[in-house]
């Protein structure tokens, strides 16, 4: 079973629109190469960066087989495309897994139902549903800030020893402590993935192993480095660039992250703003207030490794 993409840099990808609001494939197979240039080591779209609540089930399908078409196309054998499963049914979310795999896609990201909220028994019977729906590699995606339910790392242990193609975890509660939890009953069974952008070094002294990224999406390069230089381990090194980083990194952790990363996007020259209702730009003080942070990192960005 392929590891490798899951230690690494994954972005989150935002999904860009046209003009007319629809899904912008064009750009989407530039703005893909560009992360895995960079050094990316898979793609994770379709999940809450990605707007994926407002996206019908064709044009998820749509995506995918562009990003697909896009690894292939850019020789890197060991990145993968690995989709957020994110539906109100658990029929219709194994029903996504099984067309992921069918596209061509690397790995899931399995995320617990939306809007419906309960117990462990129910939660467990979903994300187990569609973990054993393919044979893909499948990353549990915990946030209980966002939805509302939270794998505790005993929980997750008890996943991990029923289902072998569980092997990652996306670990979003925003609490450093879990990620030694976690190992402390599992060891390196699985891949501990940070999901939360300004806890990245944080999470990498702590033993994670990847980063599923938001501010990748403008900052491609930069991220990369930041993450593998805590990798490595040179702290003092990276302490310049990951100060500089930090209030950028920061607008990955508000509601309205997807309207912040996408105005950052366009800032930078690597996307629009443009976002799909209930969604709107920002405006007013809101709009005043990131702009204020933005040309400032832009302003004084340090230098970095090549």
């Keep these: 079973m392929r590891k490798t993409f899951w230690n690494g840099v994954l972005p989150a990808i935002t999904t860009p629109f046209n003009a007319d609001g629809s899904v912008d494939h064009a750009f989407l197979d530039k703005h893909v190469g560009l992360m895995i240039e960079a050094g990316s080591s898979g793609i994770v779209p379709l999940g809450s960066l990605g707007e994926t609540a ?3 089930r064709d044009e998820k399908k749509a995506i995918l087989q ?11 054998q060991d990145a993968a495309v690995v989709p957020g499963v994110a539906a109100l049914s658990t029929a219709e979310a194994v029903d996504f897994a099984k067309m992921a795999k069918q596209v061509g896609c690397g790995g899931l990201m399995v995320l617990p139902p939306y809007v419906y909220t309960s117990d462990w028994r129910e939660m467990k019977h979903h994300v187990s549903q569609v973990i054993a729906a393919t044979d893909l590699p499948c990353m549990l995606y915990n946030n209980p800030i966002a939805y509302k339910t939270d794998f505790l790392p005993p929980q997750v242990a008890e996943l991990a020893r029923e289902y072998p193609n569980l092997v990652a975890i996306k670990e979003s509660s925003a609490d450093i402590r879990r990620i030694a939890a976690i190992k402390s009953l599992i060891g390196s069974r699985l891949h501990i993935l940070v999901g939360v952008d300004d806890i990245i070094v944080e999470g990498i002294a702590a033993g994670a192993t990847g980063w599923v990224a938001g501010l990748v999406n403008a900052f491609p390069r930069e991220s990369v480095v930041l993450f593998d230089m805590a990798r490595a381990g040179k702290w003092h090194e990276l302490e310049p660039l990951y100060h500089w980083f930090l209030p950028l990194l920061k607008l990955d952790t508000v509601p309205k992250f997807v309207q912040l990363i996408k105005l950052v996007q366009q800032h930078v020259g690597m996307g629009s703003a ?27 960005m340090p230098k970095f490794p090549a």
Excluded: C, F, Q, Y
């Design 54 to 56: 407002t996206l019908t």
């Design 66 to 76: 562009t990003l697909v078409k896009t690894l292939r196309a850019s020789g890197n």
């Design 274 to 300: 443009a976002v799909r209702a209930p969604r709107m730009v920002l405006v007013g003080d809101e709009l005043a207030d990131a702009e204020r942070i933005i040309k400032h990192a832009i302003s004084t």
